[in-house]
């Protein structure tokens, strides 16, 4: 049952005229209601990537009986345009261009001509994973999100629709993780008392710091107590057009970070009107309450358009107390912190000639959370980390001839961070800032025509400065300051081998993507790394594709600029105490301990290489509509920043238990036993920091377990499928579909001379098997979206007798009423309220009874959310 009334918030904007151009891509399943004929128009420029021409004028007081199912792009126009005095055009650039049949349907170049009568072009905008403008990146994987997809889903926030993608893992860098997580010694600097409590994105579970995240297609300043990830629940769901997903390496692109994929956040650049929304949601069991409201103004001209976006968003803490699963937690524990959250984007463009635009956008988010919680040594910590986040940038687009296009780019993005906590022990207070500037300038159009159709090139270059510092606002010092500038040059090549005009049977295209890219750091040299791309295209309904790549991923600026490398001097028998460890040896169970942490000197690029293949198949047949997509990846990431794995317990103050018994598990030289004085005394010139338990001159073990060193090797492959069905039924439309991810390994090494040890299936690592079904369903106003999550078994560890970790499955419900200018959402996740799998705590990391890299604590959430709509 609801539990307080949701606030209401209305405005008036005029609207005046619209013009769309989105990505120059090939239609998939096209699924537009009936209604007014520019609304139509515009869901299809979002699902398909069509540039369409017109003057909304000339279009008031049509409707058409919408569509669906897989058509060419004509084939979709010429249908919505049916019973209408209208025609389509195709110019000699191939835009499409609408208006009635008495009217001139060519593009007026004369100064003369009146701007009502002449439709403005907008240009092709470049997708993600090339530099050239409307050139799908076909060879690799790719998925688009749009805004109705991100709408169905009932997700509220940038995070929330992430974490459903089965590609993502849930581990590393996120909000649920107050003091980081098991293995993962990046994720710990996220944690509520020493950075923003934020949420990153880790494709394929390589890492928060290795998927490389992009808003319109800029960097943006990374967050955390080091800098190594992009923090997307700053990003406002409501100003969201669509989500980009490229799931393949792609440093030749973009450079550094791209090891494992892209995630594209596109933001809303165009509405007419003013679109008002508020949401309510609340579990059931529980005080964990969400509000969510938001106002849309925007409005368009013969030459441009404006939009402005605010969006407000609160968040309750879910209490260990209302779960029976975490109930073991001392208490107050707050599984997911409070936040409360105010965003604004502001965008627009002009048309400043025919072949010259310039485009803008701002988007500025501010956000306060707050989370209790206690740490293995009953300390209590009342934590409220803060963050700002600002992203600018400018566009200027020239397009020469006609064919060529030249862009220059510019753009701005800062975090501030700071955590003030409190508690039981002695306040802290730090604060982070990040910046990042970037300029580009690139270059891309046609240079030759071959047999099979265009050769395509972009050439560009790139020049980005950042800077990182992280201070302890008590004591006043910086330990961690650091600035990096980097500039590179690109290239790439999209070769049409075989196209239409010399189709063979079997072989109706055939295109080669090759890329290049050189990037120089001030800090750690220069690295180039390539990408070569095959799309073969067999038949009209299926395509081939395969790719291979190189990446890298440099050192985030938290961990160049540290002043970190610090020791704890402790007898074993207090160690072995606090986290419940049995001795290796009575040896070894009683004797003084040098423990290290921070990082290691001289640190080196990560670097991988990623080779993919699959195939994509689209096809009507009849009324059914059939799609689907295999993707096959296999990933290499070596020279990996890592502390050094602890088998079973994930604690290094367990290794040199371990390691007694065990020397292999361990890379040389990470646990010492009875070192001597002139190794201690190197050891403790080489700190910052000691904290002395006991005499480090009588250590008769040093352990560096905990030094953050490049020697970690990880090796992924695995399977996505995507599978789609629809078809008429009845008076309405039914789809249905299956997005899975199957890992077939994933394996890590310590260093070169350990052992491969396969991490799958294991507690807080990825999973196997996880799947996302859905069955939809529409008529005229109406539509509901049933949702199955569906996620394998998996063990504690990989050791013989391990306990079995329950498969996990769950429901949501997407129900929908949606007119042209009233809209009513009602959301449900988790319907069935199925507690995640009960798996052993570790009070180490505040994790109590479930797996937070796998499973979300909040069990079933309703939501309901009312959209208002003026024109």
Known sequence: ?????????????????????????????????????????????????????????????????????????????????????????????????????????????????????????????????????????????????????????????????????????????????????????????????SGTAGTGVNLRGLGSGSTLVLLNGQRIAPSSGIGDFVDISMIPASAIERVEVLSDGASSIYGGDAVSGVVNFILRDKYDGVEASVRYGTVTEGDQDEYRASITAGTSWDSGNALLVYEYFDQSALSAADRDFSRGAALPNDLMPAQRRHSVLGSGAQQLTDDLKLSSSVVYSERKAIQDFYNPAANRFHSEPTSENLNSSIDLSWRVGGSWYVDLSGAYSYVNGETDTTGTTAPRKRKIESDIWTTDLRASGPVLTLPGGELMLALGGHYREESFSNTNVISGVTDRDAERRANAFYGEALVPVIGPANALPGMQRLELNVSGRRDDYDDFGSTTNEKVGVMWQPLESLKLRGSYSTAFNPPPLGRVGAVDLGALSARTSYTNGVFRFTPGDPSIADVVALTVFGTGKDLEAETSKAWTAGLDFSDRWGRHDVSFSVNW????????????????????????????????????????????????????????????????????????????????????????????????????????????????????????????????????????????????????????????????????????????????????LNLAYDMDSLGLRLSAFNLLDKNPPKTTSNAGFGIYGFDPANASPRNRFIAVELTKRFK
Not at 46 to 68: D, I
Not at 100 to 122: C, G, N
Not at 639 to 668: E, I, K, M, W
Not at 754 to 779: A, E, S, W
């Open 1 to 193: 049952m609801l539990k307080s009334v949701l606030p209401r918030s209305i405005a008036l904007f005029l609207a005046c005229s619209t013009v769309l151009s989105a990505h120059a891509a090939e239609p998939g399943r096209l699924d537009i209601p009936a209604g007014e004929l520019v609304t139509a128009l515009e869901a299809l420029a979002k699902q398909s990537g069509a540039e369409l021409m017109y003057n909304p004028e000339q279009l008031k007081g049509f409707s058409t009986r919408g569509l669906h199912g897989n058509l060419s792009l004509q084939e979709a126009v010429t249908k919505l345009l049916e019973g209408t005095p209208l025609k389509l055009s195709i110019d000699e650039t191939g835009a499409m261009l609408i208006a009635p049949t008495r009217e001139q349907t060519t593009v007026q170049k004369e100064p003369t001509a009146a701007l009502d009568d002449r439709p403005v072009v907008l240009d092709e905008i470049v997708v993600t994973g090339s530099n050239i403008r409307g050139a799908a990146a076909e060879s690799s994987p790719v998925r688009i999100y749009g805004r109705e997809d991100i709408v169905a889903s009932g997700a509220s926030t940038a995070q929330e629709f992430v974490n459903r993608l089965p590609q993502n893992f849930g581990g590393g860098s996120t909000e649920t993780l107050s003091w980081g997580a098991p293995g993962d010694d990046n994720a710990s600097f996220n944690g509520a008392t």
């Open 633 to 812: 990846f296999d990933i290499e990431f070596s020279n990996r920043l890592a502390t050094t794995p602890v088998p079973v317990t994930n604690n290094v103050y367990d290794a040199p238990n371990q390691a007694f018994n065990n020397p292999s598990l361990f890379p040389a030289g990470t646990v010492i036993f009875g070192p001597t004085q002139s190794q201690i005394a190197d050891l403790l010139a080489s700190l910052y920091s000691l904290n002395q338990l006991a005499d480090p001159y009588q250590a008769q073990i040093i352990n560096v377990a905990g030094v953050l060193r490049n020697l970690s090797e990880t090796y992924v492959s695995g399977l996505d499928f995507v599978v789609n069905y629809g078809t008429d039924a009845g008076a309405g439309y039914l789809s249905l579909g299956v997005d899975a991810t199957y890992l077939l390994t994933y394996d890590q090494r310590a260093a070169a001379n350990t052992p491969l040890v396969d991490k799958m299936n294991t507690l807080y690592n990825p999973i196997d098997l996880k799947l996302r079904g859905r069955v939809g369903y529409r008529v005229a106003a109406v539509t509901a979206n049933l949702f199955l999550n569906y996620q394998d078994s998996y063990r504690i560890d990989d050791t013989l007798g391990a306990a079995n970790i329950s498969s996990w499955t769950t429901i949501d």
